[in-house]
Structures are given as C-alpha cells and as structure tokens.
C-alpha cells in the first residue's frame, strides 16, 4: 500500500489488523521525518495557560441556546462509541452489556486526596443541572442536546490538585466482555482523552450523567462522560472510570493513532481544515429533518463558545496546535 492510500483510508473503515498496523507504522514513520513537512507537534510541549478571568455574564450565555433541538431518537442512534461498534447504528444496536452500577472511578496522579470513589461518592454535594450544549463531531455533523451533569472542575478541586497538575487524563473502562467493540483493534484500548488543567477547569466543561432529562444510554457513554462543547467531539470521553492529574501532556487515543489529523487541543477550528476534508461547515442534526441529508451549516470557530473559552488559547498558533 502506498502512503498516500494509507492516509486516505477513513478511520472508521480500519478494522482490518494488518492495515491498521501498517497505518500506524507509516504515521510513525511520518512524524520522524521532519523533512516531509508534517506539522504535527506531538512532542512540543504547550504553552503555559494564561489563566485570564471571565465575565460571569457571558460565561452563562454558553450554558444554553434558541437552536432547534436534535431529537433524542437522533442523538442516541447515531453515535460514535467504538468499544459498541464503529458504524453510526452499531452503538444503539449493541446488546445492553454494560453494567454502570456499581461505578467506581479512580482519581489520582499530581493531587493531595486521590481515591477510588463510587460514583454517587465522585458527584456528591453537586446538584446536576441542564446544559443545552453543541456537539460537533470532527466527521462534520453536528447536534443540540441537553444534558444534565456537573462542571467537571468542581469534582476535581475536592481531590486537590497540586501545582504540577497541568493537564488531566481521563481513561474509559477496558473490558471486552463488557464493551464487545474492543476485541477489535478499531483504537488502541483503552480510550484515552486530556484537557489541559484549565480546559477542565473551565465552568463550561461538564461531567455529564445524563441527557433529556434521564439517565445517559449506554450508547451516549453511560453512566458519566464529558461533554467540552468547544472542542470536536471525540475529546467528550465516554464511560470515565479514571482521571489523574498529570504534569506531561497525556497520551490520547485519537492522536496516537494519527497525530497529523487529530491533535490534542482539537478545537472545534473551520479555519483548520482535516487532512482529509474540510471542517468549513457541519451537518446540524435537529428536529425532525433527515439526519443524513440534513442542512449544512457554517462552523463557528470554538464551537460558538468563543465568548467563553477564546482567552484560554490567548497568543497561541491556533494552526500549530490544533
Ligand atoms: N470511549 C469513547 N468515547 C467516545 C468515543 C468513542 O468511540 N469511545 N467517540 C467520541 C466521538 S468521535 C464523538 S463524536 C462523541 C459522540 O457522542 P454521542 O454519541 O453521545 O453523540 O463521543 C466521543 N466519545
Ligand atoms: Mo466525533
């Protein structure tokens, strides 16, 4: 196979081992070989946050939107969850063998009170509350969903992150009895997701348990996941049973796999298109519309969260580090 080919073929389409490994060999291959001109950064390191303050009133303006809504039959039959299944159906489809309850997640890594906690024990004292959020998937649809969960950086500051918390590392359960999609080397298992410590301390970033008002399907990352409204879809982690504080930049899955498409910040960006298509306009999912030949719309840098979340990446390339 040539490179190129190796290049064009969808990831969503690997499920051949053999290409898959060749894929990743020639990535590798890629990302040593400066002279080729990839651009991708996997081994820089970022810039400190700026840490400036926001504006209480535009922070709210992002907890909801007028948009039509997606429907919940929509936005729990067309997902991407790969340990159920890499075609948009596979999720909903898949025999229910998860099981949520007990819960537990293991919080550790730079902090002063990590723990294994129930999940009951990881929300406690938070009340969940409704957010209408945008999700934008990096394949180029997009959908409106309420979702009820908690700010993820109110959980995390009872486990008391110290100074060397720069980043935060969040994993999904591995088990393929429970999650039949990881007898498949569709990703490198398990999934893996960061944020930068300021990205998850951000009050717009949520810990989500649930959407339309129950509790989440399995197929929407049952029984808590993240939702970052302001990045592509495939950082909003699903099924969270660790998240540890690091000071390096951690490994996420996407990334690992291939480094010149999915970067780690992955900022919902139209101005940076994907190696293989462009990110100019999305497909909005909502209402009662077809989801397949559903309008396209523009893309807003961040998503739309601009207001709120544009100050984090204050004088950096947006293009280096997408
Ligand atoms: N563990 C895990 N989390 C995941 C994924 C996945 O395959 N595995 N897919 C991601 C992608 S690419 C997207 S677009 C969103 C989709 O979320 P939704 O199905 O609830 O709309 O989940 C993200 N979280
Ligand atoms: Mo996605």
Same mark, same amino acid.
């Given at each position: 196979?040539?490179?190129?080919? =190796?290049?064009? /073929?969808?990831?969503?389409?690997?499920?051949?081992?053999?290409?898959?490994?060749?894929?990743?060999?020639?990535?590798?291959?890629?990302?040593?070989?400066?002279?080729?001109?990839?651009?991708?950064?996997?081994?820089?390191?970022? #810039?400190?946050?700026?840490?400036?303050?926001?504006?209480?009133?535009?922070?709210?303006?992002? &907890?909801?939107?007028?948009?039509?809504?997606?429907? &919940?039959?929509?936005?729990?039959?067309?997902?991407? &969850?790969?340990?159920?299944?890499?075609?948009?159906? @596979?999720?909903?489809?898949?025999?229910?063998?998860?099981?949520t309850s007990p819960w537990t997640v293991a919080v550790g890594g730079?902090?002063?009170?990590?723990?294994?906690?129930?999940?009951? @024990?990881?929300?406690?004292?938070?009340?969940?509350?409704?957010?209408?959020?945008?999700?934008?998937?990096?394949?180029?649809?997009?959908?409106? /969903?309420?979702?009820?969960?908690?700010?993820?950086?109110?959980?995390?500051?009872?486990?008391?992150?110290?100074?060397k918390a720069k980043y935060v590392a969040f994993t999904t359960l591995n088990d393929?009895?429970?999650?039949?999609?990881?007898?498949?080397?569709?990703?490198?298992?398990?999934?893996?997701?960061?944020?930068? /410590?300021?990205?998850?301390?951000?009050?717009?970033?949520?810990?989500?348990?649930?959407?339309?008002?129950? =509790?989440?399907?399995?197929?929407?990352?049952? #029984?808590?996941?993240?939702?970052?409204?302001?990045?592509?879809?495939?950082?909003?982690?699903?099924? /969270?049973?660790?998240?540890?504080?690091?000071?390096?930049? #951690?490994?996420?899955?996407?990334?690992?796999?291939?480094?010149?498409?999915?970067?780690? &910040?992955?900022?919902?960006?139209?101005?940076?298109?994907?190696?293989?298509?462009?990110?100019?306009?999305?497909?909005?999912?909502?209402?009662?519309?077809?989801?397949?030949?559903?309008?396209?719309?523009?893309?807003?840098?961040?998503?739309?969260?601009?207001?709120?979340?544009?100050?984090?990446?204050?004088?950096?390339?947006?293009?280096?580090?997408?």
């Open positions: 196979m040539s490179l190129r080919d =190796a290049l064009r /073929i969808p990831l969503r389409e690997i499920t051949d081992e053999a290409v898959y490994r060749e894929r990743r060999h020639l990535v590798a291959a890629l990302m040593a070989a400066p002279a080729l001109g990839i651009t991708g950064c996997s081994r820089a390191e970022a #810039p400190p946050p700026p840490g400036k303050p926001l504006d209480p009133t535009r922070l709210k303006a992002g &907890f909801g939107t007028r948009e039509e809504r997606t429907t &919940f039959q929509d936005a729990s039959t067309y997902n991407n &969850f790969y340990e159920f299944g890499t075609g948009k159906a @596979d999720p909903s489809r898949a025999p229910k063998t998860l099981r730079a902090c002063a009170k990590p723990g294994r906690v129930s999940l009951d @024990d990881l929300l406690r004292g938070q009340k969940p509350e409704e957010r209408v959020y945008r999700l934008r998937c990096v394949e180029g649809w997009s959908m409106v /969903i309420p979702w009820l969960g908690v700010p993820l950086g109110e959980v995390l500051k009872r486990f008391q992150p110290s100074s393929r009895k429970q999650m039949p999609g990881q007898s498949y080397p569709s990703l490198d298992w398990p999934y893996r997701e960061g944020l930068r /410590i300021d990205e998850a301390m951000h009050p717009l970033t949520l810990l989500a348990t649930g959407m339309y008002g129950k =509790a989440l399907p399995q197929q929407n990352g049952a #029984p808590l996941r993240l939702v970052v409204p302001w990045k592509y879809g495939f950082k909003s982690i699903k099924s /969270i049973v660790a998240i540890t504080f690091t000071e390096k930049r #951690p490994l996420t899955s996407w990334n690992e796999m291939a480094s010149d498409e999915y970067g780690f &910040f992955s900022n919902v960006n139209p101005a940076v298109d994907h190696p293989r298509w462009s990110q100019k306009t999305e497909r909005r999912i909502a209402g009662t519309g077809s989801k397949l030949f559903a309008d396209r719309i523009p893309t807003r840098a961040f998503n739309g969260y601009g207001d709120q979340v544009a100050s984090l990446y204050a004088g950096m390339d947006l293009r280096k580090w997408y």
